[in-house]
């Protein structure tokens, strides 16, 4: 096991150490893209059960979130969006799966309000929907709002470009997504990474500062994960420009 600061050579023996059956999880990605694939088979492998899982999507049958829903290891799920993976439809037609359905923006706030301490917070959205049915609601310059909580899971698991002995992280690009809302507000954070550094990283590039993450694992080479590759012929002015 490597020491140096939160960088180790598995994180095997440290997120069993912290899950466990009932454990609530919540996980960085945008479809496929920026998700922690390492650490979610980590937690396939670990065989817990009756697990609640906070992200924006499921990923895709077999790939991602995907895993843990197809072996009936996740028994609800908070998500934005559910599509592309024929298991989840499956599992909440036989009554094998709960899903609480978040608007986007609102689920990526309450997972902000969650990691700065935040208890709750009103919101416009949803207001008149099955979204605010059992919700406190409040009127502000005339306007109808609803109270959402603040979202906090036992494991928060992200994936990043790279980080530094500290925990210090950074994202690249559109794979930056809901992990750095994720990685504040687990009560243990594991970050997954493409690069380890043996230096400390340049303050001014951090996307999480390492005070959020606890453990931090180099991910295995794996192909690039595509959910649907699209292809279309450029415009003639396009190609000539």
């Known amino acids: 096991m490597n020491g140096t600061g939160k960088i180790r050579d598995s994180v095997v023996g440290p997120l069993r150490e912290v899950l466990t059956d009932g454990a609530t999880i919540m996980v960085g990605g945008f479809g496929l893209s920026g998700s922690p694939f390492g650490l979610i088979e980590a937690v396939h492998e670990s065989g817990v059960g009756n697990l609640t899982v906070i992200a924006n999507n499921v990923g895709t049958n077999g790939k991602g979130l995907g895993l843990l829903v197809e072996s009936g290891q996740v028994v609800k799920m908070i998500a934005s969006y559910v ?3 024929t298991a989840v439809a499956r599992r909440y037609l036989a009554g094998e799966l709960d899903i609480e359905f978040v608007p986007q923006g609102t689920l990526a706030e309450r997972m902000r309000a969650g990691g700065a301490g935040i ?3 009103y919101t416009r959205t949803g207001v008149g929907t099955v979204v605010a049915e059992g919700k406190p ?3 502000f310059d005339g306007e109808t709002y609803i109270l959402e909580r603040g979202i906090v ?3 928060a698991l992200v994936k990043a470009h790279r980080a530094d002995p500290a925990g ?3 994202y690249r690009k559109t794979a930056r997504n809901f992990n750095p809302l994720v990685a504040t507000a687990g009560r243990v ?3 997954e990474v493409d690069r380890c550094e043996p230096e400390y990283l340049d303050p001014d590039i951090v996307g999480t500062p390492g005070i959020f993450v606890d453990y931090v694992v180099q991910a295995a080479p794996r192909p690039p994960e595509i959910e649907y590759r699209t292809v279309r012929v450029r415009p003639i002015q396009e190609r000539s420009a």
Request: net charge negative.
């Open 119 to 121: 208890a709750g917070f």
């Open 168 to 170: 210090n992280l950074v």
């Open 189 to 191: 954070t594991f970050a």
């Open 153 to 155: 899971a036992d494991i």
């Open 83 to 85: 599509g592309e993976n």
């Open 137 to 139: 609601h409040a009127e």
